[in-house]
């Protein structure tokens, strides 16, 4: 007996998560630092006409409230003669209806409008890297690796950092439990990124990375000469191609001057710093450094903060556009259509406006909850600046203290400074990871490394203490940690072996 077979339809609703636009903006100026900052709110005060400032630099320690317009002084006459000048103005940005920003009640953006508000007309090659991040299928780990090693690449496109250092990081500040294994793995998807020799570790596997790319763009022939000779003079005589030692390299590989003059030519096609060919980083220069928050101690102890006004002027909507706005509406029966188009381009400008300012609002709230938990665990630190009374503390501590998410906690400390009475540093500096020791103490791994930097400064550089015996000498600190965990630390602190130290 036929069965009939019955194909059956199932409708699963899935909650899926988008940011509007406003909380975009939010998370953008979020991330930016203090002089980053500046620049958007510039661009936004020059791009919409109904976000005006005063004439003087804001207070950021000031009321959390948006400000509201200040009383107009000018006579009506004036007034009258403003609020028509902005009319005209507005009207004279609609020749078409592609020069309409898009509005409806959810208080829609111009994707393009937006981008060049936020980002500004240029493009960072940090930006471009990341582009490329989101053409790949990556896994939700890698694509995080491999965006935080971009972070990390210096103007010259090259990652200076060792990948042990990166791990710990990572773990540190993010949460992310990864081996250097997969940091290693994850860099070789940057380094298959454009330019070639990008994410490289060094000179020689810059120029490495970019003749294996013209063999994989078919430029050259994995088993040809030329890549043969160019490889073999990256490897085997790159001590003497970085001494320009032209005669040694062609007696050693028994080249005739003709393809010598080739090889030269070929190696002067190579770019010893990809970086610098797409643009520059954005707010990486320390000599650029302004701090976001100063921090106070009195000599009794007491140590309080403000956020950094820097050059921020105090923002406010437009009263002329506020009233034109209520004019319309007031009109709305009678309008014509160039009228009701005006209406649309005037409250998206208002609306806009009104975003901006509620997102340097909620920017404020962040940074000062963010810095007053931070304050608050660190504070040993900041009444006396010894770098070993910093507590354990990870990115996930602050978020269960203020109630915010980690990834908002992350971008806070990102790129963020905090001048203190003992120096200014980065706000990542307060976050340390902890050791547990066989008794199961906690223990600062800063405090740690502070601790064994000390011992190795202070050793008979004629007999310098082994790793076994540093771990001795610490454990009789009270930092009983194992030979290799000293060992670790020590590469961390950048510290040589000891026949190294010796003198």
């Known amino acids: 007996m036929a069965q009939n077979q019955v194909q059956v339809q199932e ?52 009321t959390m409230d948006i400000p509201e317009a200040p009383d107009d002084d000018f006579d009506s006459q004036k007034e009258k003669e403003e609020r028509q000048d902005a009319l ?67 103007d010259d496109g090259w990652l200076r950092k060792e990948l042990g250092d990166i791990a710990d990081e990572l773990a540190i500040y993010n949460g992310i439990d990864c081996t250097e294994s997969d940091i290693e793995e994850a860099l070789k998807i940057l380094q298959d990124f454009d330019p070639p020799g990008i994410g490289a570790r060094s000179l020689q596997e810059c120029l490495l990375l970019q003749i294996d790319r013209k063999v994989e763009n078919g430029d050259w022939d994995r088993e040809g000469h030329l890549y043969g000779f160019m490889h073999e003079i990256l490897t085997t005589y790159f001590d003497a191609f970085t001494k320009k030692h032209w005669d040694r390299i062609r007696s050693g590989l028994a080249l005739s ?35 976001d928050f100063i921090v106070d101690t009195d000599d009794d102890g007491t ?22 706005l209520a ?23 208002v609306d806009k406006a009104r975003g901006f300012i509620q997102a340097i609002k ?44 980690i990834s908002t906690i ?38 740690i490394k502070v601790a064994l930097k000390e011992v190795i400064e202070n050793e008979n550089k004629k007999k310098p203490l082994s790793d076994d015996a540093l771990a001795k000498v610490m454990e009789e600190k009270g930092f009983p940690i194992a030979r290799r965990t000293v060992a670790k630390y020590r590469e961390q602190l950048n510290l040589p072996v000891a026949r190294l130290r010796k003198e």
């Open 88 to 154: 005209d103005t507005a009207l004279e940005r609609m020749q078409s209806d592609d020069d309409l920003p898009t509005y409806d009640g959810r208080q829609q953006r111009d994707n393009a409008d937006y981008e060049e508000i936020v980002y500004g007309d240029t493009t960072s090659f940090i930006d471009k890297l990341n582009e490329q991040v989101g053409e790949r299928e990556l896994t939700e780990q890698q694509r995080f690796i491999v965006e935080y090693l971009i972070g990390s690449l210096d």
């Open 327 to 349: 004019a319309y509406k007031e009109n709305k029966q009678s309008m014509s259509q160039k009228d009701k188009e005006a209406l649309l381009y005037i409250k998206g400008k």
């Open 257 to 291: 001057d003709v393809q010598i003059d080739a090889l030269q030519k070929e190696v002067r096609k190579l770019n010893p710093k990809p970086g610098a060919s797409m643009g520059e980083t954005m707010g990486r220069n320390i000599q650029q450094i302004t701090p």
């Open 303 to 324: 140590v309080s903060f403000s956020l950094s006004n820097g050059h921020l002027p105090e923002l406010y909507v437009s009263q002329s556009f506020n009233d034109m």
């Open 362 to 405: 909620e920017r404020r709230n962040t940074l000062y909850v963010t810095m007053k938990a931070i304050i608050e665990i660190q504070k040993k630190f900041f009444q006396d600046g010894d770098e070993a009374d910093l507590k354990p503390m990870i990115l996930k501590d602050i978020a269960e203290k203020t109630g915010l998410d």
């Open 11 to 62: 409708q699963v609703q899935r909650q899926v998560q988008r940011l509007s636009q406003q909380q975009m903006l939010q998370v953008k100026l979020l991330e930016m630092p203090l002089t980053e900052l500046e620049q958007s709110v510039m661009a936004e005060l020059d791009d919409n006409p109904a976000l005006e400032s005063n004439s003087e630099e804001g207070d950021l320690n000031d």
């Open 410 to 447: 992350s971008r806070v400390s990102n790129i963020k400074y905090a001048q203190t009475r003992w120096g200014t540093f980065p706000l990542r500096f307060f976050f340390t990871d902890s050791y547990t020791t066989a008794d199961g103490e906690e223990m600062s791994t800063r405090k």
